[in-house]
């Protein structure tokens, strides 16, 4: 059965340091990774997915095969980074897929 | 840019009484699933829709739940007799096609007293 796990419950660091949120996946099969960030309990807004390698806010994640990971890394992080993020694994059965969320990071960025 | 429209943001219902959450698809979308978050735990896939029926559902889905889209952009999920736990927040979200991304939706608080 597929699995994401994020190691980091909370992650707290200064206004312009360096960001690094861990991601792990488990999956059989050929793996699509997203990271999705919650505002205050809002929607669920797509930030990344590995397949289209894009940088988004500053923050880009490399899919690692090897270490089966998707690490969201951003340089210097901003108060409004501030958020919670969570890291997603698409699977397909039958006939559509479906996200399987990892439990999420809070970012937490003070000055 | 689209987004997926839920109905209402929130409410509150006894215990035992049936609820329908409304969403609203992006209209080119044919993939519709329904998501739900319990307070401070993670987002649980409860069931996947696509050509008309259910492609997939999780073990949270039970005879309880149903999902329906009666009129090509509508898409319901009928909680038909509510628990205490079936408070959460409950999301909509939509794909294009199996190689786009999920959109949600701003979600509905269900307060079940």
């Known amino acids: 059965a597929q699995r994401v796990t994020q190691p980091e419950k909370l992650l707290s660091v200064f206004k312009g340091a360096p960001v690094e949120l861990k991601c792990n996946y488990s999956?059989?099969?050929?793996?699509?990774l997203f990271w999705y960030v919650q505002y205050s309990r809002q929607r669920l807004q797509l930030l990344l997915r590995?397949?289209s390698r894009e940088s988004i806010k500053g923050f880009t994640a490399d899919l690692n095969k090897g270490e089966t990971s998707f690490h969201l890394k951003k340089p210097f992080a901003q108060e409004e980074d501030s958020a919670m993020y969570y890291c997603a694994l698409s699977t397909y059965t039958g006939t559509a897929s479906k996200l399987t969320f990892g439990t999420g990071t809070r970012l937490q960025v003070t000055l | 840019e689209p987004e997926v429209t839920q109905t209402p943001s929130h409410q509150v219902t006894q215990m035992g009484q049936e609820v329908i959450l409304r969403c609203v698809p992006i209209s080119n979308h044919l993939y519709f699933y329904w998501y739900r978050q319990i307070l401070g735990q993670k987002v649980e896939f409860l069931v996947s829709?696509?050509?008309?029926?259910?492609?997939?559902k999780s073990e949270i889905f039970d005879d309880q739940f149903s999902v329906e889209r009666p009129d090509g952009s509508n898409f319901t999920l009928k909680i038909r007799s509510t628990k205490l736990e079936d408070s959460a927040m409950y999301f909509c979200a939509s794909r294009q096609r199996q190689s786009q991304g999920y959109t949600f939706g701003s979600g509905t608080r269900l307060t079940v007293v």
């Open positions: 590995h397949i």
């Open positions: 829709f696509y050509n008309n029926e259910i492609s997939e």
């Open positions: 999956y059989s099969g050929s793996p699509e």
